[in-house]
């Protein structure tokens, strides 16, 4: 049989061979393109060929001449098609070839071998979406998958955005569904980069889990014309992503006025019921709509594409969800009742005279609004330009204050506002038939201000183990984020016989304005009900400035200037080889205010950024095609990739100067005066506990870094046209961040595994740890059936008092990935399926896990043995084996009305987590410490015996933790549940009102396993961090220093049912095009 991707053999007297493929051959561009090398009967060259390209639907043309050796390129092509490609030889005719598609930052390659009389020649189709030809091509080297416009209308999709078709790739892992978070390659999320149209479209400062700067995707999918995705792409103007750069190309308008109108619609109750069969209430319903319009404004010449998409969710909500009190039949029921609800409420309105909210959802909703506006210009043939505006304004209701052991009233909820605004300029220019170039320049515009649902102090009121949060979270109180940024990217290119030398420069500029004010109205801990009631607070912060909260603001900009030089040289017919060389250097606008009295305490300066800190990154690739049946080649590549570290590490050390507000610190609130009250402008300022938090960057710090190398075999079956292929993937990190904390203080003693220990005297005292494992506190009101009042427990012990925390983000060049994949895609040609399964091996380490966005979070959420530990364990982010199968069904029934099906599965092991202390261990004021595994009775003490049995009953009976007796737990060394989710599409095309018009109506289910079985689809693990506390710290005995352990209940998994991910969700579409 005869495949797209295979040269169509003339029955003419000439006998064309060729070789077709899209390759990867330049990056982060908005366009394709088209080479070749042509050749006579006895293989000779043939020079002074001229080679037109035509455009049918825009009429745009470019044209190129073969060179002395017969070769002839054609860059800056409009991405899609339907071309018509025209090769004449100089005398002697010419013959033309209908329907060729090329793909996004892809060049479509034609090698042609002509025999007999040159006045009759052939060409080659190219078939956009084919997988044999996004694979088999001189010039694939590199990793990475192409998602045409028909796979993104023919998959599922409930969310509507990238993330659910770039998962296409076998090493994109949806690690979070809930949140849309990736892992690409075991990478940090934060490590990816976007770009739609050329612009950077991710999320550039960090504070997004969706590697988008909103929670919802910034722009339509029905915009989208393709998508690409480099997991490994050795070209050197890939910058800014040592994870997995996405590229989207938007639509343009043609000579013909096209459109659409379209809309998805669900609710709430089309939706499974958890495993209490009770459907919890997330959202009352959410729909989209939206249109599209393009066609010329001067034919031939001058076109325009706009769209408008708008999106409303009644009482949608971000953030957690599933929790509820005990006995509500909530997915996750949290250890604390309605009735001790109820009697915070009641205190909180009579004793204190504030509204505190209910556990009842607010009545408020998320939509958003999305517009843009495109016009390409053919200047001439050797010249095309476009523009593309885009805007998008978001509003979010975000849920707060959820967990395994937390509930929230609606007072601690909030709205976060966002708004971005892109302008872009292109311009693609064939100067010569030797030399082309590509311009671009962006602006960007983006805001992100939280409002928050009251005005109060955040306050936590503790029953035993178990959290209610209410008033203002404590993030939340002054948090305002603006940025504005440029960009410019130049590069040209010259044909030089065998070999392509590409060379330019990018840069950007960036201007930030980050206000994060935590605090500033107050935070309060209260260790009991009665505590709260008695206006007796256990702890207690509040972050003063003295000249007002805008002066915590972090106001700095950061420019990076790239220069790049690459050369692909063909050597042969079968070998082709890529050498690139790309310099990258940070230059930093402005440093943080110097504090002389941190210098002084540290030894370090806290103004100290990566100014200059640049960095040389080659990078090599290679292909080898072999003379074989069918297609089969050798692919693979090594190269430095310097990345891009979230602003916001970078912005801390310009909000914790130590300088624009002091710090009020109390641990023992109450003893030191301090009384709650829910006034924000009159907040307990104390006679002592004031400090300073000081952020600082080492000097020697620079943007993160990572060598990539991967070998691949491809090879197309002898059946159906299946292609078989085989590849690893290996990263090693040249440069990552980690976190300590300088103000430790030295020990005061060491644990019996070694562990050292930063608690004062009274802190490792047995007497004054209550049954909960809580420190008793030096105070009066402490909660009935305690046993010690008046302690004196204190973290850190041997700390600078002068400071709270001070924490520098340091170097390491520990961490990296390694996975292996094998795969079997068979494409459509000319049935009705198309089908692919892929399995993926991973392996993923690193130091920090760099999974929030402050310093103190970072070192709270990464399980420890030793405060300010440097080691390399299992990455947060690995996913150790996935399954990926996609499915694809069309048929036409009637006329050209196609019915279509799209199903995506994905199985994968869970996600790891560790066992940890369910307390502060070690005296460094975070719960993060890894457990240590008693050798066997009597290793450790309890309080009891019925305690000591509980916990050995536990331990036995736990597969880790019973292999593992005398050793502290391994930083995620145990792994969450299987997971399995089908995702279907279910489609059917349906006549226009008129000629050439087209209805679609679908309906996309999510988790369909779950119809069917409540069981089945369900995500059960230990939440965010990851950890699963055993046992808490009780002190250390004095006779024979041993641990004093408490045991009450380790913490449990939870189904993590965030926005529904845990349960089946149907959703219903219609487009109409004219």
Request: one cysteine or more; aromatic letters at 12%.
């Amino acid at each position: 049989m005869t495949h797209p991707r295979y040269l169509r053999m003339s029955k003419l007297t000439l006998g064309l061979v060729a070789a077709l493929a899209a390759a990867p051959v330049f990056a982060q561009s908005t366009s394709a393109g088209v080479a070749g090398l042509v050749t006579g009967s006895g293989g000779q060259p043939v020079p002074n060929a001229e080679v037109t390209i035509t455009h049918v639907e825009s009429g745009t043309v470019s044209r190129a001449t073969t060179d002395a050796s017969g070769r002839y390129n054609a860059r800056g092509l409009r991405v899609g098609g339907p071309y018509t490609i025209t090769i004449t030889a100089s005398g002697a005719g010419n013959t033309t070839r209908e329907g060729v598609y090329l793909n996004l930052d892809k060049v479509n390659q034609v090698d042609a071998a002509l025999g007999g009389d040159l006045a009759t020649l052939g060409t080659v189709q190219a078939i956009a979406g084919n997988y044999g030809s996004a694979i088999f091509s001189a010039n694939k080297m590199g990793t990475g998958t192409n998602v045409t416009r028909e796979e993104i209308e023919s998959l599922p999709s409930i969310n509507r955005n990238l993330q659910d078709y770039v998962r296409l790739d076998p090493r994109v892992a949806q690690t979070d569904k809930a949140r849309n978070e990736i892992s690409i390659a075991g990478q940090n999320p934060r490590y990816n980069a976007i770009r739609v149209d050329g612009i950077s479209t991710n999320d550039a400062f960090g504070l997004e889990s969706n590697s988008l700067p909103t929670p919802r995707q910034p722009f339509s999918m029905d915009v989208i014309d393709e998508i690409s995705v480099d997991v490994a792409n050795y070209d050197v103007t890939i910058s800014g992503g040592t994870g997995g750069v996405i590229n989207a190309v938007t639509k343009s308008g043609t000579n013909e006025f096209h459109g659409s109108v379209y809309g998805t619609y669900r609710e709430n109750d089309w939706s499974g019921k958890n495993q209490n069969n009770i459907r919890p209430q997330l959202f009352d319903n959410e729909a989209t709509y939206g249109l599209t319009l393009g066609g010329p404004i001067v034919k031939d010449k001058l076109f325009f594409f706009a769209n408008y998409e708008k999106y409303k969710g009644k009482g949608v909500f971000t953030g957690n969800s599933g929790y509820g009190p005990a006995g509500s039949g909530a997915s996750n029921e949290v250890g604390i009742t309605q009735a001790q609800v109820d009697q915070v409420i009641d205190i909180s309105r009579n004793v204190y005279g504030f509204d505190p909210g209910t556990l009842a959802l607010p009545a408020l909703d998320s939509d958003s609004e999305e517009k843009g506006f495109k016009l390409d210009w053919n200047i001439s043939d050797k010249h095309r330009g476009s523009f593309r505006y885009g805007k998008s304004e978001q509003s979010t209701a975000n849920l707060n204050g959820f967990g395994n052991n937390q509930l929230a009233l609606n007072s601690y909820h909030y709205v976060r506002d966002f708004e971005l605004e892109t302008y872009t300029g292109q311009l693609f220019s064939d100067w010569t038939d030797t030399f082309s170039t590509e311009a671009k320049v962006s602006y960007r515009d983006y805001s992100a201000v939280r409002t928050a649902a009251s005005q109060l102090p955040a306050i936590a009121v503790r029953f035993g183990n178990n959290t209610l949060n209410l008033g203002t979270e404590a993030n939340t109180q002054a948090n305002e984020l603006r940025t504005e940024t440029w960009n410019a990217f130049f590069a040209g290119t010259l044909f030089l016989n065998d070999h392509t030398v590409k060379f330019g420069f990018d840069y950007e500029d960036n201007d930030i304005y980050n206000l994060y004010g935590p605090r500033v109205f107050g935070s309060y801990t209260f260790n009991s009900v009665a505590n709260y009631q008695a206006n007796l607070p256990n702890a207690y912060r509040y972050s003063y400035s003295p000249t007002g909260i805008d002066n915590i603001a972090a106001k700095w900009g950061m420019r990076n200037v790239g220069v790049f030089l690459q050369d692909s040289w063909a050597v042969n017919s079968n070998l082709t080889l890529n050498f690139g060389l790309r310099y990258d250097e940070p230059m930093v606008k402005n440093s943080p205010q110097f504090n002389q009295a941190a210098f002084n305490a540290f030894g370090l300066r806290n103004d100290e950024t990566i100014d200059g800190n640049g960095l040389w990154q080659p990078r090599f690739g290679f292909n080898y095609t072999f003379d074989a049946d069918r297609p089969t080649q050798l692919r693979g590549g090594v190269g430095l990739f310097q990345g891009a570290a979230a602003s916001v590490w970078l912005s801390n050390p310009y909000s914790n100067t130590g300088l624009a507000y002091t710090d009020y610190n109390f641990n023992n609130a109450s003893n030191s005066g301090i009384r709650f009250t829910p006034d924000i402008n009159n907040q307990p300022r104390g006679t002592s506990g004031a400090t300073q938090s000081v952020d600082f960057v080492d000097k020697d710090l620079s943007q993160p870094s990572v060598w990539k190398a991967n070998l691949a075999f491809d090879t197309e079956l002898p059946w159906y046209g299946i292609v078989a292929s085989m590849e690893g993937v290996v990263t090693k990190v040249k440069e990552a961040i980690y976190y300590q904390q300088l103000n430790l203080g030295n020990p005061t003693a060491v644990g019996q595994d070694g562990r050292d220990i930063y608690w004062n005297a009274n802190g490792r005292n047995p007497a004054n740890w209550n049954s909960l494992g809580n420190a008793c506190l030096r105070e009066t009101g402490v909660a009935a059936g305690s046993s010690c009042v008046n302690s004196g427990t204190d973290i850190r012990a041997g700390r600078n008092m002068s400071f709270n925390d001070a924490i520098i983000a340091r170097p390491t060049d520990q961490g990296g990935s390694q996975s292996f994949t094998v795969g079997l895609n068979k494409p459509f040609n000319d049935s009705d399926w198309s089908w692919s399964l892929a399995y993926t091996y991973s392996n993923a380490k690193e130091v920090s896990g760099l999974t929030s966005s402050t310093s103190s979070s970072q070192l709270l959420n990464t399980a420890t043995f030793q405060a300010n530990e440097e080691v390399n364990a299992t990455s947060a982010y690995e996913i150790k084996d996935s399954f990926l199968g996609t499915l694809q069904w069309k048929h036409n029934f009637f006329g050209d009305f196609a019915t279509k099906v799209g199903l995506v599965y994905q199985g994968r092991s869970g996600r790891p987590y560790s066992y940890t202390f369910d307390n502060d261990a070690n005296g460094d004021g975070r719960s993060n410490d890894l457990l240590y595994i008693p050798a066997a009775r009597g290793d450790v003490l309890f309080r009891n015996a019925a305690e000591e049995n509980a916990f050995w009953n536990y331990v036995n009976n736990d597969q880790y933790l019973s292999t593992h007796k005398g050793q502290v737990a391994g930083r995620n060394a145990v792994r969450n549940s299987w997971v399995n989710q089908f995702d279907l599409h279910i489609e059917q095309e349906l006549p226009g009102f008129f000629d050439g018009n087209k209805a679609q109506i679908w309906v996309d289910v999510m988790n369909v396993g779950n119809l069917l079985n409540k069981k089945w689809g369900r995500v059960d693990e230990y939440a965010f961090p990851g950890f699963k506390g055993v046992a808490e710290y009780g002190g250390i005995d004095a006779a024979t220093g041993k641990y004093v352990y408490r045991f009450n209940e380790p913490d449990a998994a939870t189904i993590y049912d965030d926005e529904g991910i845990s349960r089946w969700a149907l959703q219903l579409g219609f487009r109409y095009q004219f």
